[in-house]
Structure formats: C-alpha cells, structure tokens
C-alpha cells in the first residue's frame, strides 16, 4: 500500500479537474472534467468476474424511463433520489459489467456496497478490480457523450465524460474500462478506448459518500439547522 500512496495522494488531489458532478448550476453532466481515455484498438473480450455478489440483500429498486427519468426507492417506497439522464437510456450494465437485458425492468440494488467503505477499502493492489465496483449501474444513452454512474446504496451520482464515438459498447476488464465505438460501414477497423480504473478514483470516492454527512448538525442554541 505504501507504494501507491503518492499516486493515490496525485490523484485526489486533482479531483476538483475532473469532478463528478459539476458545481455550477445547470444540468451536472455539462461540466464534467476530461478523462485520460487512450486511443487503440479492440482487444479480446475480458474473462467474466465470477464471483458472487456479497450482498444478498436487496432493499433498494432502481428504476429508469424511456425518456430518461431514474428514480431509486427502498422497500418502504421512500423516494432516495429522483433525477434525470443526460438522454435516453439505450444500454446499462450493473456491478462489474453485467448486462441488464431489458431497461425497463426494476433493478434491485443493496443498501450495502464495497463503494461505502471509502478510498482504503478500494482494492488498489489487486490484479482484479472489478470487485469494488459491485453496487454500480452504468448507464449508456442516445446522447452518447457521458457514462452515466449510479451508486443506489448512497444516492450518489457520476458523470464521466466518453471520448467520443458512435454506437459504443463497454467491456469491464480487471484493470481498465473499455469503450467501443461500432464499426461503420467500409470502415477497416473500429476505434476503442482504454481508461484505467485508478483514474476513477476521485468519482468513486464520491459516489461512496454517504450525503447525509454533509448536512449540518443542529446544536443547543441552534437545533433546527436552516438549509
């Protein structure tokens, strides 16, 4: 661990760059900072992550619309979050690459997450990744130029900017993501990108953090704190 501190320490320090959600007012997918995407082309397949889910729990539901609404909600029907995409939904996948065949199907999601334990929980070290990013949807739609990441467990949201494309796939390999552009007509041989998964980090982080730590604490004098 000791040998990939200082890369770790880099990278959260240039968070604000590439930030998962923008701080300006406006839609929060416009503003989304550039990822270190490198340009290729298509390799083989990546070998299925076959372990099993740890959380066999499933508390929370996910759904989403044609039109690009998402909504989270929990056993009770508590609403956890209710927001919009950047277009309309054409592909997802959950946790560490699974396809979700039909989109217009409820997705049941666990309260619990590898996500929730924070940067030192995160499997840095290891050969295979994939396993923190159980609790993960991925959303791709007809817009194209953003990865939509939802984290149902914390209501959190992540928008990662694509590098561009038309017809995108995504493969989940041990140590990176791979984006796909589909090979058009005459065309010899179809670009695909490359992004490790340690320059996630900064979005993970944030999708792992639990909103309500960020609300202010009411006190004697002032116990019902003003938003």
């Known amino acids: 661990m000791r040998l990939v501190t200082p890369f770790l320490t880099g990278v959260l320090a240039v968070a604000g760059l590439a930030a998962p959600i923008s701080q300006t007012p406006g839609l929060p997918w416009l503003n989304t900072g550039a990822l270190p995407w490198q340009l290729g082309r298509p390799g083989p397949d990546p070998a299925p992550y076959t372990t099993m889910p740890t959380q066999s ?4 539901e996910v759904r ?3 039109d690009g609404a998402l909504r989270i909600t929990d056993a009770k029907g508590v609403i956890h979050l209710r927001t919009g995409l950047p277009g309309r939904p054409v592909k997802a996948w959950r946790d560490w690459g699974t396809p979700v065949p039909d989109l217009t199907v409820p997705l049941p999601f666990s309260a619990r997450s590898p996500l929730q334990r924070g940067i030192g929980g995160l499997p ?3 050969p295979d990744f994939r396993g923190a ?14 990865l939509t990441v939802v984290h149902p467990a914390t209501a959190q949201v992540a928008y990662l900017r694509l590098p561009g494309g038309q017809g995108l796939d995504l493969a989940f390999h041990p140590d990176h993501l791979e984006v796909r552009e589909a090979r058009a007509p005459g065309q010899a041989e ?6 490790n998964w340690l320059a996630l980090l900064p979005q993970f ?4 953090k639990d909103p309500s730590l ?12 003003r938003e």
């Open 133 to 146: 990013l159980e609790g993960l949807l991925w959303i791709l739609d007809d817009d194209e130029n953003v």
């Open 214 to 225: 960020d609300k202010p604490k009411g006190t004697a004098l002032q116990p019902f704190p």
């Open 64 to 66: 989403m619309a044609a």
């Open 57 to 60: 729990f499933f508390s929370l």
């Open 205 to 208: 982080v944030h999708l792992g």
């Open 124 to 126: 840095v070290g290891a």
């Open 190 to 195: 179809a670009n695909d990108w490359t992004l």
